[in-house]
């Protein structure tokens, strides 16, 4: 019922891809990116991310990647992320109250808060370019 309220990172990081990475080309990309403040690191299929497509346009006009895997460097706002979890627990109360919440609809409500593209600081298609990114922050 009383659980400790988890730490967020700074960053979380974003690679879309064209196809599934393999689980040897998935590792090698996130070893990358271990890097202090850096937390989650999703991989996102192209097809499934049009509506946030149109923010990377929006936000970062003069920076449009031409290959694949592509990196988003994304703010993580911890506050936001505690409100998301105060409201899914405030919604299933009871739930709540007898400790029967799935975890994955707290990591859910999570990443729906984490992967806000309007949050966006850094895209691109250079490993390199997002590592030195991601370091000098």
């Known amino acids: ?3 400790k309220k988890k730490k967020y990172e700074d960053y979380a ?6 196809e599934v990475l393999t689980h040897e080309e998935y590792d090698k990309l996130a070893e990358s990116f271990d890097i202090e403040g850096v937390g989650v ?3 996102i299929s192209v097809d ?3 509506k946030e497509w149109q923010v990377l346009q929006r936000k970062f006009p003069e920076r449009q990647p031409s290959s694949f895997p592509r990196f988003v460097a994304i703010r993580v706002h911890e506050d936001k992320v505690n409100q998301a979890i105060k409201e ?3 919604k299933k109360w009871w739930d ?13 409500a999570e990443h729906k808060v984490m992967y806000d593209y309007e ?8 490993l390199e370019d997002a590592i030195a990114y991601l370091n000098s922050k």
Do not use: C, G, Q
């Not at 990081?13 to 064209?18: R, Y």
């Not at 709540?96 to 859910?108: G, K, Q, S, T, V």
């Open 1 to 3: 019922m009383f659980k």
């Open 13 to 18: 990081i974003a690679i879309l891809v064209e």
């Open 41 to 43: 690191i999703s991989e």
């Open 48 to 50: 499934r991310y049009n």
């Open 88 to 90: 899914l627990e405030r």
């Open 96 to 108: 709540w109250l007898f400790n029967a919440i799935h975890p994955d609809e707290y990591m859910a």
């Open 119 to 126: 949050n966006a600081e850094y895209y691109t298609d250079n």
